[in-house]
């Protein structure tokens, strides 16, 4: 559990980031009586900030308050989208990104692990996921085929929806003839429906909350505001990592066992490479010597969404400080008594665009009863968001082509790498946003709405067509879905195998959403948990 310094300097396994993946297989790993230590840079996750699912406003819309727990990380000019630096937000606090996220609970669809699987990725069929799934959920609905109850996760609905939010539900099925979603996490994915969030009576259930506060096994030891600097490589063995303290000191972890890399899509890449493992050419550039020469920060991909605000009478939420303020205030005398207690989502849908193949919905659409920033997110300080009721909708790439790559700025371990997800790169993207944004204009046509829309504010109904297109380039934006930077496969590509082990390199694997060899369609969150899960049973030989 969590400890004060000094710390140890061994176990079975060292676990490298606490974030939703990093927490779950070190809380598993240390169920079974291994001893663990979780390594994680940022601080403690036990505070409001991180705790209360509706502070996920301010934590990314005020500058101060976001960097006390991100990593503060930008793109590279993104010269698909008129040389853009994109925001790349990452928790760096305990439980990681899943300690900072929306908590939008989407597991993605069936078909994509069954095609991972066909990929040669043994083991990540949508069968073998779906227990990992279960066994990680307490989900509200209960248990049944394809949903758990009594894992570390709890997963519920809101409660009190917004009106607009239900219009919306229904306007989305009469314009599509989609069906209405008991539960899109279930057979299938297909359709609109209420959003799952994996919080519970106003608590954010982070990995951390669920793995490590709670599951709470006596043998993990978290050590915070530790940085890991590089895994040490020993005849090519990884028997444990280097570290340095918050005071600027310097020691090496010893693993007994194995070295699990979670650091995320940016910090795993980042550490293989400190470590001698990738590109060989790009690590002697660097002055790093080269240990394992494996493609590690290559198939870089990242979800996309244009959002488009409607002035909704049917929402009762202000985007202004004054509204919110008086929601901390009411939330703080009774908890789970307001806005706060749930995140800002409220509906999602899955649908099929022109380019969908094998059946499978290849567009999002999240639904929030808010205003949203405008134009887009780029700037430290956010862009405007109109005071008036609203309803926005993230219309969102989900499968996208364009694939990008990260590498290394400097052998410093404290350097930002260069993060280039190539957004947009191919057209097709672009086309795939452009057919949503219209899509979404025709579903607030609707006559569920009763006349509630009164006014499209953003993008604004005078852009159409070709300018609709190019206002996109300008307004689309990080879903905060970065993947695939360490992938999982069989083949030259890959950076680990099947069972996470890094190719070329004993005792180390890589458990955490940089495996993905292709994104999954929906949030990224869940199946970064799932991945976790599947690591523990891939470590412990568990299958
Ligand atoms: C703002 C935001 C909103 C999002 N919203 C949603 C959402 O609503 N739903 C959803 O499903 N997904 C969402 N996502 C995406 C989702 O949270 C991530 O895909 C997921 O958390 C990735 O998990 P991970 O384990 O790969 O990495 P992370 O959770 O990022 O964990 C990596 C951990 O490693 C630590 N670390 C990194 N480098 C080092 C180092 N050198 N030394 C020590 N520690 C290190 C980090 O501090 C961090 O704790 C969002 C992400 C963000 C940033």
């Known amino acids: 559990m969590a400890k004060k310094a000094p710390y140890s300097n061994e176990a079975d396994y060292v676990v490298v980031g606490s974030g939703s993946s990093g927490a779950t297989i070190a809380g598993r790993l240390a169920q079974s009586g291994a001893k663990v230590i979780v390594l994680e840079a940022g601080k403690s996750d036990e505070k409001f900030l991180t705790k209360k699912p509706g502070m996920i406003g301010p934590m990314h819309a005020v500058p101060e308050i976001k960097k006390l727990n991100d990593w503060g990380y930008y793109s590279v000019p993104q010269k698909h989208i008129l040389d853009r630096k994109m925001p790349v937000p990452r ?138 600097t590089k895994v040490v490589i020993e005849n090519g063995r990884a028997t444990g990592v280097r570290v340095r303290d918050k005071d600027g000191s310097e020691r090496t972890i010893r693993a007994g066992k194995e070295v699990v890399l979670a650091a995320g899509f940016v910090g795993s890449a980042q550490i293989l490479m400190l470590s001698g493992v990738g590109h060989a050419q790009h690590l002697k550039d660097h002055g790093i010597e080269v240990v394992s020469d494996l493609p590690v920060g290559d198939n870089l991909h990242d979800h996309m969404f244009h959002a488009m605000t409607f002035h909704a009478t049917t929402s009762k939420m202000r985007g202004n400080a004054w509204f919110f303020a008086k929601g901390v205030a009411k939330e703080v005398a009774r908890p789970g008594s307001t806005f706060l207690a749930n995140s800002v989502f409220e509906v999602l849908a899955f649908l099929k665009t022109s380019q969908a193949t094998n059946n499978v919905p290849d567009l999002q659409l999240h639904l929030l009863p808010w205003s949203y920033v405008s134009p887009n997110q780029d700037e430290p300080i956010r862009h405007d968001v109109d005071p008036r009721p609203a309803l926005t909708v993230l219309t969102t790439l989900i499968y996208p082509k364009s694939r990008g790559t990260l590498r290394l700025a400097s052998a410093d371990p404290t350097a930002t790498p260069l993060i280039d997800p190539a957004y947009l790169a191919e057209s097709a993207d672009l086309d795939l946003l452009t057919e949503g944004s219209e899509l979404v204009r025709e579903i607030f046509n609707g006559a569920a709405f009763k006349g509630a829309i009164k006014d499209e504010i953003h993008p604004g109904r005078s852009l159409q067509g070709s300018d609709l297109r190019q206002a996109i380039l300008n307004r689309a934006t990080s879903v905060y879905h970065g993947v695939g930077t360490c992938k999982m496969g069989v083949d030259e590509t890959a950076v680990v195998t099947p069972d996470l082990k890094v190719r070329g390199v004993e005792g180390l694997r890589v458990c955490d959403a940089s495996i993905m060899p292709s994104i999954t369609g929906g949030n990224t969150n869940a199946p970064a948990i799932m991945i976790g899960e599947r690591g523990a049973d891939l470590v412990l030989g568990r299958g």
């Not at 994509?112 to 307490?138: H, I, L, P, Q």
């Not at 519970?200 to 050590?223: C, K, M, W």
């Open 91 to 228: 928790g760096k606090v305990l439980g990681g990104s899943s300690s900072v996220n929306g908590m939008v609970y989407v597991r993605g669809n069936r078909a994509n692990y069954d095609s991972w699987a066909a990929e040669g990725c043994t083991g990540w069929d949508a069968d073998t996921v779906n227990a990992a799934y279960k066994r990680m959920e307490d989900y509200e609905g209960g248990a049944d085929q394809f949903r758990g109850e009594g894992g570390p996760i709890r997963v519920t609905v809101n409660k009190t929806p917004q009106e607009g939010s239900l219009q919306f539900l229904q306007a989305t099925a009469d314009a599509t003839g989609c069906e209405i979603l008991d539960d899109y996490n279930g057979a299938s994915q297909e359709g609109v429906g209420r959003m799952q969030q994996n919080a519970a009576d106003g608590l954010r259930y982070s990995s951390a909350r669920g793995y490590i506060h709670h599951l709470a096994p006596p043998t993990l030891e978290v050590q915070t505001q530790v940085l890991v």
